[in-house]
Structures are given as structure tokens and as C-alpha cells.
């Protein structure tokens, strides 16, 4: 079963810095990770996949990397801003099942 | 599009009434999930569906939980009794690629929250 671990539960930055959001699974054999925005009371917004044979993917401000031999992935955020406050989830595909970290909570203080 | 639409997105209900959820995935979609959300266990998969059909309900808490897909364009989640522990944040997903392509972003509704009395 993969085990998803996101470090730290939370994260408050000034306006301006780079975010590192960290993701760790247990199981290698995986199709792929997947990075996710929640904002308070809302659904979730699929930001990044990168797929088993990737090594990273990038949209605008944001670069996820996948390194399936250590079992991590690391989402950058850069120039941080206060609109990027929300929870970040990274979740890991097996089968036909994603499993979700417990989330970053990132606040950007302007 | 529209994207996965949800309803209620507010349900507030007295222990031991029935609950259904509705979703309505993608056009085009053939994959639709039903997760739960809660603050001590986080997002579960409770039910996967391809083509309409129930692939895997073993996330499924206890057999008061039922989940239907009577064609592409619509599913509910029901509850039956509901249960204070039931209150949770309710969302359905969906997908137009297998998960084993490696590809397959999901698409989440705005959820339904369900307090439960």
C-alpha cells in the first residue's frame, strides 16, 4: 500500500521567497505523482503531474521533480506571492488508486 | 466545460437520516472516484467506477454507504443511516485516461460537506 508523507504540516514565508514543499512515498512502482492546490472550502486543483518516466514538470512559477529511487518529490514555488496561500497535497498513483499526503499548509505573508 | 459538478455542496442532516450525494463527471469521462476528507484521516478513496461500473469498493466504510452510477453523466453516494462520524467533506473526481497511463489528471468537484447531527 503507498504510504504518502508531506513535511512540514506547515510552512509561513514572507512575500518574495521561494517555497519547497517535500512529498515522500513508500512504493517506487508508481505510474505517477501528482501535485495539488486546496484553498479553505474548496476542491481540489490538479497543478503538476509528472509521470513515472519523468523526472520534473514545470508551469510558470511552479517545478515539480520525481525522484522514484529516493521515493520523493519536491514542488518549488518561486517569488512566492500571497495568492499561493493554501494546502499543497502531493498524491502517488498505484493501480488505479491515488494516495494523498496530509497536505503543507502554506501561508505568504505580504 | 463545466467541469465535476457537485450537489449539495452543503448538506446538514440528524443522525440516522439518509444522505445522497450527486455528482455529475466530466462528458467524456470514464472514470469517476468518490473520496472522503476528513482532518484525522485526510483524503480516502471510498469507490472507483469505469464505464459505469464499480471497480473497486473496498474503501467503503460500512455496508450504510452505497454508490450507483446509472449512466456516464451522473452517480450518487448514499448514506443509509447517516452517523455523526459521517460528517466529512464528500468529493467525486474524474478522469478520461486509466491511471496505469501515467496520465491521468484528475479532475475534482468543489465537494459536498456533510455535517451530520
Known amino acids: 500500500k503507498q504510504e504518502v508523507t508531506q513535511i512540514p504540516a506547515a510552512l509561513s514565508v514572507p512575500e518574495g521567497e521561494n517555497l519547497v514543499l517535500n512529498c515522500s512515498f513508500t512504493?517506487?512502482?508508481?505510474?505517477?505523482l501528482q501535485w495539488f492546490r486546496q484553498d479553505p472550502g474548496k476542491g481540489l486543483t490538479s497543478l503538476l503531474l509528472?509521470?513515472?518516466?519523468?523526472r520534473e514538470q514545470t508551469s510558470g512559477r511552479l517545478n515539480a521533480s520525481l525522484d522514484k529511487s529516493s521515493g520523493r518529490s519536491t514542488l518549488y514555488i518561486a517569488a512566492s506571492q500571497p495568492g499561493d496561500s493554501a494546502t499543497y497535497l502531493c498524491?502517488?498513483?498505484?493501480?488505479?488508486?491515488?494516495?494523498f499526503g496530509a497536505g503543507t499548509t502554506v501561508t505568504v505573508r505580504a | 466545460d463545466a467541469g465535476v459538478i457537485q450537489s449539495p455542496r452543503h448538506e446538514v442532516t440528524e443522525m440516522g437520516q439518509e444522505v445522497t450525494l450527486r455528482c455529475k463527471p466530466i462528458?467524456?469521462?470514464?472514470?469517476l472516484f468518490w473520496y472522503r476528507q476528513t482532518m484525522m484521516r485526510g483524503l480516502e478513496l471510498l469507490i472507483y467506477?469505469?464505464?459505469?461500473?464499480?471497480?473497486?469498493d473496498s474503501g467503503m466504510p460500512e455496508d450504510r454507504f452505497s454508490a450507483k452510477m446509472p449512466n456516464a453523466s451522473f452517480s450518487t453516494l448514499k448514506i443509509q443511516p447517516s452517523e455523526p462520524r459521517d460528517s466529512a467533506v464528500y468529493f467525486c473526481?474524474?478522469?478520461?485516461?486509466?491511471?496505469?497511463?501515467?496520465?491521468?489528471?484528475?479532475?475534482f468537484g468543489a465537494g459536498s460537506r456533510l455535517t451530520v447531527l
Open positions: 512504493d517506487s512502482a508508481i505510474y505517477n
Open positions: 509528472i509521470q513515472s518516466s519523468q
Open positions: 467506477f469505469n464505464n459505469n461500473v464499480p471497480i473497486d
Open positions: 498524491a502517488g498513483s498505484n493501480d488505479y488508486k491515488l494516495s
Open positions: 473526481a474524474s478522469s478520461s485516461l486509466p491511471t496505469a497511463s501515467g496520465a491521468n489528471v484528475l479532475t
Open positions: 462528458s467524456g469521462h470514464d472514470y
